[in-house]
DNA sequence: TCCACGATCGGCT
DNA sequence: GCCGATCGTGGAG
C-alpha cells in the first residue's frame, strides 16, 4: 500500500469512539519556520456520528465539511473569538466523525513551542499545551490547515502502538451542553502532564 | 441582514 | 469559582 494513504486507511477503519483512546500516545510533527517540533498526544475525546455535542450534527456546512470528507485530514476550527482547536478525522468518510486533540506533551522543540506561547511567570509548565486552544497555540495551528493531509508534514500524525486500556482513564467530555454524561473523553492516568481530573 | 452563542483561556474575587 | 474577551458561524427572520 501506498504510504499516502495508510494513515488514512488507518484511521478510517475506526469509529470515534475507538480512534480517541487509541490516539493517546501518538506523535504529532510540526514543521515550522524556525524548526520542528515532536509533541505526543495524552488526551483526546470522541465526536461521532449523531452525537449531538458534535459539530457534524446537523450536517455538512461550509466549516464542517472537511469532517465529511476522509480520515486522516485535520479540522480546525476557530471559536469563542480568539481560539483555535484540532481535531483528527476518522471514520468512514461522510460520517462527520473526529477526535479532538485536547493535550500534549512535549517531546522535541520545547524551545519553539515557549516562543509560540510565552507563559507569564509563575506559570506551570504544563500549561503550556494542556488545553486544546493551548496546543494551537503552542504548535502555531490555526486554520489555515483546516483540511490538511496529516500523513505530511508540515503537520504531521504518525501512530504508535496502541496503549493497553488499564493506562487510559474514561471520563465526560468537557465544555459541552448536550450528552455530557458519555465516558467520551481519553487521557493517559498518571501523566503528570494531565491537569485536571 | 441580524443575532445568540460557543469542543476556551486567563485574570480576578 | 466567576466572568469577560472577541468574532466566526449558522439558524432565524
Not at 507569564?120 to 483540511?147: F, M, T, V, W
Request: glycine share 8%.
Amino acid at each position: 500500500m501506498q504510504q499516502d494513504s495508510s494513515l488514512e486507511s488507518a484511521l478510517g477503519r475506526l469509529t470515534a469512539v475507538w480512534a480517541a483512546p487509541r490516539l493517546i500516545g501518538s506523535i504529532i510533527r510540526r514543521q515550522t519556520p524556525a524548526g520542528q517540533i515532536a509533541v505526543r498526544i495524552i488526551e483526546t475525546e470522541s465526536y461521532f456520528e449523531d452525537d449531538p455535542a458534535s459539530h457534524s450534527f446537523a450536517g455538512p456546512t461550509p466549516r464542517t465539511s472537511v469532517m465529511f470528507g476522509p480520515a486522516g485530514r485535520a479540522y480546525v476550527y476557530f471559536t469563542y473569538g480568539m481560539h483555535h482547536c484540532f481535531n483528527v478525522v476518522v471514520g468512514r468518510t461522510a460520517r462527520g466523525e473526529a477526535v479532538l486533540v485536547r493535550a500534549v506533551e512535549p517531546i522535541n522543540g520545547t524551545k519553539l513551542l515557549q516562543q509560540n506561547r510565552p507563559l507569564p511567570a509563575g506559570r506551570r509548565h504544563q500549561e503550556l499545551s494542556n488545553g486544546p486552544a493551548k496546543l494551537c497555540q503552542a504548535l502555531g495551528i490555526d486554520r489555515q490547515l483546516n483540511g490538511h493531509n496529516l500523513a505530511h508534514l508540515p503537520l504531521k500524525l504518525e501512530l504508535q502502538p496502541p496503549l493497553g486500556s488499564g493506562q487510559i482513564a474514561k471520563r465526560p467530555r468537557i465544555g459541552i451542553s448536550q450528552a455530557k454524561h458519555e465516558l467520551l473523553r481519553f487521557y493517559e492516568k498518571d501523566n503528570p502532564w494531565i491537569s485536571a481530573p
